[in-house]
């Protein structure tokens, strides 16, 4: 059991023993008891003994009832214990038995608060006015204080409220009454002595109730406390005093904050009387502060992904509860674009659909995220995406009125409770999106010109979300189909590889890059293999993709090696992106700068295989037994920086060798190092399988655990070779007359080879072919034919590196018709230079069967 603190002007007495005689107290005592939650009485204060003359070791331990005087009506202590249960604060008149009998009418003030231990108890307290002990403190005769004035009534030299003409005593009271801020003056005690309506509006107390009783008596709080401190310093004479910021009147919520000072009260010889509490609720400093950190949260929560309908739930989720207790977004199917806001509405209903809704309430308004929503011609959110901007609006409105008997909907919406509602476009980049819709129906007070402001700001920024977001979707598509067409339809015919391919596009917003692959059939039944990459995303990394890829197949056609094509390859990047940068400045990935690139070579007449890479990573090679490896092709510079040689690599390739390229993309996996990708890619290329269509998906499988940060291209060939009976050559002699022997050793082989009916075309095919080698050329000549499937070759050789051009000869000319007949008979036709020489071939298609 405690016995609580003598307060500031109570006297402790000396022991339990009975009080001596009467004297008279100079200051105002509060009488303090605690109740625990069985109505024992634990606490028992000095100036509890004074009001009701017990002392502490004949109460502590006692029911709190043993207080209470008999009798029914109101102020009984039934009563009291009535209108307490389940409250945190109570307050009232209370008829109280005095030790000696008597029973006093008390004003009381309890508040529920939490013990040390488990459980709660009541703090009870009341003023004791300044009478001599044992009388029952009360009001002086004709209800006045003991200060002598009436409660609520003007100091000396005042006048009654209805009287005549207002003095300034009175005019002083009105002020201090009517003051629109929380007014409240202590005495030199720290006890409360006057109370304006702020006061007792803030503490829902009045000011008969609070009066006498110091600031942590009346709401208890850590604030009171710090308040009271600071009090008693102005009283020293520290001067006028501040809480911090925020901190105000304990029991007047901190959800809008306060401005409180602690002001000295001086009488004319200058000598501090009393303090002044002044309080000033910060609503709207606290308000534009609430809302700018909303903002800011928005910048972080507002458009986190590149999906519409997650972006409008996030402006849904930020809005509710701390803006609105409901939003919902509408979304246009198709966005307005161009031309400014007209005042008019549109003629008909307008279709949107419904990309969120958020509510505090458990019945949201139809339709759920996902519906349609048909809003009539006249409806405040036709009207506000017709004008342009938003517009507040109040349960009466009319416009509000007229929409609620037209759609069911929004009188679900209105019949939900909500008071306030407000409509806002969303637009961005001159583009009309949507619209998105708040209401209040928990929170009483009305949406306001800055929540409108505030709601503006928030839609803006998910509409600059969603339209960036759309305009990024649209971009793809367009990247995706740009990049398809121009990635190869179908592999071409051709008997020297068995091949396979993948095009990944990135996963990431960058969007799709500039990867690519290429097969392109070379004379001889020769077959090239490109892969490459261009630097960045987007469109302009597919179109410049398109070029590159464009190029090479026209170097290919030249039949130039692999080294020569890339040298020409990296002054046409450089040429280009000299042309770009002079145009928009963007030199740094302009033109394809950076792009690397892999170029090969296959022959499957001699099985060899020849290399050259600029920048790009090695390809790897698969043995038939099983064997894997990177082949050391040297590793040039990507293209476009200029001055830097490449080399050709050329190695052996036995018959069902595995050739796998690819660009970077494979190997920059997140989740494990270069070392760890590499030897999940060497093991599933080792690993045997029926089609190459299973390597590439074992590939990718093993390399890849999530969409790929980056674009990845795969392109993995299995070696075929042309074996001796599909080749035949002849050394021919540097003679005219050889021309008749050569075509009869082509003949004798289309024979050998049942191909008797391409003799003909073969023949003049050779014998032209045979004739420009001897009158243009240099010995030695050599003749060959390749036999590959539904294609016949033709290719003769000369060590003169000069090449045949076709001309058009004139009437009378008796040559320059050669090659003009090859060019019309042959389906293609060309030359290829080696280092010493050239070989002028031509391909004829034979007919099947």
């Known amino acids: 059991m405690e016995r609580l603190p003598t307060h500031p002007g109570e006297r402790p007495h000396e022991s339990d023993a009975s009080p001596g005689p009467a004297r008279t107290a100079t200051a105002t005592a509060t009488a303090t008891a605690t109740v625990d939650a069985r109505g024992i009485v634990t606490g028992w204060s000095e100036g509890a003994r004074q009001l009701l003359g017990y002392l502490p070791s004949e109460i502590l331990g006692q029911p709190a009832a043993r207080l209470l005087a008999a009798g029914a009506g109101v102020?009984?202590?039934?009563?009291?214990?009535?209108?307490?249960?389940?409250?945190?604060?109570?307050?009232?008149?209370?008829?109280?038995?005095?030790?000696?009998?008597?029973?006093?009418?008390?004003?009381?003030?309890?508040?529920?608060?939490?013990?040390?231990?488990?459980?709660?108890?009541?703090?009870?307290?009341?003023?004791?006015?300044?009478?001599?002990?044992?009388?029952?403190?009360?009001?002086?005769?004709?209800?006045?204080?003991?200060?002598?004035?009436?409660?609520?009534?003007?100091?000396?030299?005042?006048?009654?409220?209805g009287g005549g003409p207002p003095g300034g005593g009175q005019l002083g009271e009105w002020v201090f009454r009517q003051a629109p801020c929380v007014l409240a003056v202590f005495d030199a005690d720290l006890r409360l002595v006057r109370a304006n309506a702020g006061m007792e509006q803030a503490l829902s107390l009045t000011e008969d109730q609070m009066r006498g009783l110091r600031l942590p008596e009346i709401a208890p709080h850590p604030v009171s406390d710090e308040a009271e401190a600071k009090m008693r310093r102005v009283l020293e004479g520290a001067g006028p005093q501040h809480l911090r910021p925020g901190a105000g009147p304990a029991g007047t919520g901190a959800e809008h904050g306060w401005s409180t000072s602690l002001v000295p009260l001086k009488d004319p010889a200058g000598r501090v009387r009393a303090v002044c509490l002044a309080a000033h609720p910060r609503r709207q400093e606290h308000l534009a502060r609430q809302r700018m950190l909303l903002l800011s949260e928005a910048s972080a929560r507002i458009g986190t992904t590149a999906d519409s309908g997650r972006t409008a739930q996030e402006l849904a989720g930020i809005a509710v509860p701390r803006l609105a207790d409901f939003a919902a977004v509408d979304l246009l199917d198709a966005p307005r674009h161009g031309g400014e806001p007209s005042p008019a509405a549109p003629a008909g209903p307008l279709s949107m659909t419904r990309a969120a809704v958020r509510s505090v309430l458990e019945d949201r308004p139809a339709p759920a995220a996902g519906g349609k929503t048909l809003y009539p011609a006249l409806s405040p959110v036709a009207r506000c995406l017709a004008q342009g901007h938003g517009a507040l609006y109040d349960a009466t409105d009319p416009g509000l009125v007229r929409w609620a008997r037209q759609d069911p909907g929004a009188a679900r919406l209105l019949g939900s409770g909500t008071h306030s509602v407000m409509v806002v476009p969303m637009r961005a980049h001159g583009a009309t999106l949507g619209v998105a819709l708040f209401g209040r129906s928990r929170r009483p007070e009305p949406f306001e010109a800055d929540d409108l402001w505030l709601a503006e700001e928030l839609t803006a920024k998910a509409a600059v979300s969603i339209h960036t977001a759309r305009r990024d979707s649209r971009e793809h598509t367009s990247t995706m189909t740009l990049q398809r067409s121009l990635l190869p339809q179908t592999l071409p015919d051709q008997g020297a590889l068995d091949i396979a391919t993948r095009y990944l596009p990135a996963g990431t917003r960058a969007g799709v890059g500039g990867d690519w692959f290429d097969v392109i059939p070379l004379s001889g039944a020769r077959v090239a293999l490109v892969v490459g990459d261009v630097v960045g995303h987007g469109i302009r990394a597919s179109a410049t993709m398109g070029r590159l890829r464009t190029a090479v197949r026209t170097l290919a056609d030249v039949d130039l090696p692999p080294d020569e094509l890339l040298t020409h390859l990296d002054d046409l990047v450089l040429h280009l992106s000299a042309d770009e940068a002079g145009t928009d400045g963007a030199a740094e990935s302009a033109g394809g700068i950076g792009t690397t690139c892999l170029y090969a070579v296959y022959d499957p007449v001699s099985r060899r295989c020849a290399f050259a890479r600029a920048g790009h990573p090695p390809p790897a090679a698969v043995t038939p037994d099983g064997a894997v490896r990177f082949l050391d092709v040297p590793a040039g510079p990507p293209l476009g920086l200029g001055g830097l040689p490449f080399e050709t690599f050329e190695t052996d390739l036995p018959e069902g060798s595995l050739l796998a390229l690819y660009t970077d993309g494979l190997l920059a996996a997140r989740d494990h190092d270069i070392d760890e990708a590499l030897d999940k890619m060497f093991a599933a290329l080792a690993r045997p399988a029926r089609t190459l269509d299973t390597v590439c998906d074992r590939v990718l499988t093993a390399m890849l655990t999530h969409r790929p940060d980056d674009d990845i291209a795969l392109l993995v060939a299995r070696t075929r070779a042309l074996h001796a009976d599909r080749v035949a050559a002849w050394d021919l002699a540097f003679d005219p007359a050889i021309v008749a022997r050569a075509r009869r050793h082509a003949t004798d082989q289309?024979?050998?080879?049942?191909?008797?009916?391409?003799?003909?075309?073969?023949?003049?095919?050779?014998?032209?072919?045979?004739?420009?080698?001897?009158?243009?050329?240099?010995?030695?000549?050599?003749?060959?034919?390749?036999?590959?499937?539904?294609?016949?070759?033709?290719?003769?050789?000369?060590?003169?590196?000069?090449?045949?051009?076709?001309?058009?000869?004139?009437t009378f000319d008796e040559g320059g018709r050669g090659l003009l007949l090859v060019g019309q008979l042959a389906r293609r036709w060309g030359t290829r230079h080696a280092l010493t020489g050239k070989t002028v071939w031509a391909e004829q298609s034979l007919s099947p069967g």
């Open 750 to 810: 289309l024979t050998a080879w049942g191909l008797d009916d391409a003799a003909f075309i073969t023949e003049l095919t050779v014998s032209e072919l045979v004739t420009n080698a001897i009158r243009y050329g240099r010995p030695p000549i050599q003749l060959r034919l390749i036999h590959e499937e539904s294609t016949l070759t033709c290719e003769v050789f000369d060590s003169s590196s000069t090449a045949p051009h076709m001309r058009r000869a004139r």
């Open 75 to 161: 102020g009984t202590g039934a009563a009291a214990l009535r209108d307490a249960a389940g409250q945190e604060r109570w307050s009232g008149t209370v008829a109280l038995r005095h030790r000696d009998g008597r029973r006093l009418r008390q004003e009381l003030l309890a508040h529920r608060r939490t013990k040390d231990g488990p459980g709660t108890e009541w703090l009870v307290v009341s003023a004791v006015s300044a009478a001599p002990q044992g009388q029952a403190p009360a009001p002086a005769p004709g209800g006045k204080t003991p200060g002598g004035t009436a409660p609520g009534a003007p100091a000396a030299g005042g006048e009654a409220y």
